[in-house]
């Protein structure tokens, strides 16, 4: 599966992004997708993911209650709202596939990565 990350940005503290990341290939529906993040010098880190059906979410307890992954299987795409940004949600931002869960948080050998896509919160 390839996948394109987009909806980047430089956005004020206090406001809102939309990232969108769009899949090809076969069998998106087959495949967890979640998103990560990297900040220079430090790991990638794990924000999010989604089921299969959409049905199950997952997120790291610091973006609780202000990320919110969806997909559509329909259009093979999967979004990442981001709400309340904050200076420190400033990263590049990457989108992933995996075959589970479990595989999406500890296996990173089965994921499939987009390119990265920055986002940039000012003060």
């Known amino acids: 599966v390839q996948l394109q990350a987009s909806g980047g940005g430089l956005v004020q503290a206090g406001g809102s992004l939309n990232l969108s990341c769009a899949a090809s290939?076969?069998?998106?529906?087959?495949?967890?997708m979640g998103w990560f993040r990297q900040t220079p010098g430090k790991e990638r880190e794990f924000v999010g993911a989604i089921g299969w059906s959409g049905g199950s979410e997952f997120y790291v307890d610091s973006v609780k209650g202000r990320f919110t992954i969806a997909r559509d299987n329909a259009k093979t795409t999967v979004y990442l709202q981001i709400n309340s940004l904050k200076p420190e949600d400033t990263a590049v931002y990457y989108c992933a596939a995996a075959p589970s869960i479990m595989s999406m948080q500890y296996y990173p050998s089965l994921i499939y990565w987009g390119q990265g896509t920055l986002v940039t919160v000012s003060s």
């Open positions: 290939g076969r069998s998106f529906s087959s495949y967890y």
